[in-house]
């Protein structure tokens, strides 16, 4: 176990570093490229080389963590999430190939956070709002941060009222309403029982919905 973990994360490093080289690389490309015709060309060609690499990058972001999540969810589903620094490495590099990727910061996030290292789970929680800002568990778990993990409560109000505006995405109707749980949390422990009110209501019009829709979450179906 131990050996084929320190594999893969030598392999996400590897990938890492080799990322970085062919973007730099393209980079100096450009610029040595004379201002013609020709460069256009070049560049355009380079671009397909770019989103080429792109798709590169988010597969071997998936591909890591689909090896993490299956011992996230169950092999050590009774050890305390602050005690899972294994998939730290991995989570990491996963941030690095596909920032868009949003379960990655939350989960260690929150492993950071509850270790003690809250600096440093607040910034992660901060960088996925910042290269996801219309992600709606990203902005939900900052929010829970922020209260929690620190004292800038009203920081964490701005970033749960930012959760319910209406350009916010949610993945699933299920993260929708665990994040609306998180949001009526950071309402109520601040005393805003109006607002936390007006989630409550939200939260049970969701749960109507996924009724309504026969939804499972995912894991849970037959």
Known sequence: ???????????????????????????VADSLLP??????????LGRAGFAYLTGVRTYAAAVLWNRIDPLFHDYYEDLPLQEQTFMLPSIRAIVALDPQFEQTYYVA????????????????ARLGVENNPTSGMLRANYAQILFLFTDDSDEAVRQATRTLEDDIVWRTLFDQYDGYAMVRGVYSAVGAEEAAARVSQEMRRIDDEIDELGLVPEGHGN
């Not at 201002?35 to 355009?44: H, L, P, Q, W, Y």
């Not at 996030?109 to 992660?124: F, T, Y």
């Open 35 to 44: 201002e013609d015709e020709v460069a256009d060309t070049g560049r355009t």
């Open 1 to 27: 176990m131990g050996v084929g973990l320190r594999t893969r994360v030598a392999i996400a490093a590897a990938l890492v570093v080799l990322v970085g080289t062919v973007l730099a690389g393209q980079a």
């Open 109 to 124: 996030a929150w492993v950071l956070a509850q270790r003690g290292s809250v600096d440093e789970g607040v910034e992660l």
